[in-house]
Nanobody, 126 residues
Framework: QVQLVESGGGLVQAGGSLRLSCAASLPSGRTFSSYSMGWFRQAPGNEREFVAAITWNGGTTTYADSVKGRFTISRDNAKNTVYLQMNSLKAEDTAVYYC????????????????WGQGTQVTVSS
């Protein structure tokens, strides 16, 4: 079973930055590079939405339009960790942020991911 643990959330002023991390624990025989990784977020009263995703080797990334140019997803396969660098944060970025893992190619839809972390809260004050 893949276990994902997010960290790095917190309270930040609008215009500020945060870097989220997601560390993966993997079952025997699996390597982190077997998985494409994604970040999603859920604001109060809203459905969970896609934020960013990255292929197994980091060679391809994709972003939601709302975060393009401000957020950067990256990964370190040697550390079994994926990151989300968030710059120029806005109040509307306030949400619980989740990382997710899926075998195979890059994915952008929630139901395509089989493994999820517990989430980390990001609050942006205006």
């Amino acid at each position: 079973q893949v276990q994902l643990v997010e960290s790095g959330g917190g309270l930040v002023q609008a215009g500020g930055s945060l870097r989220l991390s997601c560390a993966a624990s993997l079952p025997s025989g699996r390597t982190f590079s077997s998985y494409s990784m994604g970040w999603f977020r859920q604001a109060p009263g809203n459905e969970r939405e896609f934020v960013a995703a990255i292929t197994w080797n980091g060679g391809t990334t994709t972003y939601a339009d709302s975060v393009k140019g401000r957020f950067t997803i990256s990964r370190d396969n040697a550390k079994n960790t994926v990151y989300l660098q968030m710059n120029s944060l806005k109040a509307e970025d306030t949400a619980v942020y989740y990382c997710a893992a899926a075998l195979g190619w890059i994915k952008t839809r929630e139901h395509e991911y089989g493994y999820w972390g517990q989430g980390t809260q990001v609050t942006v004050s205006s």
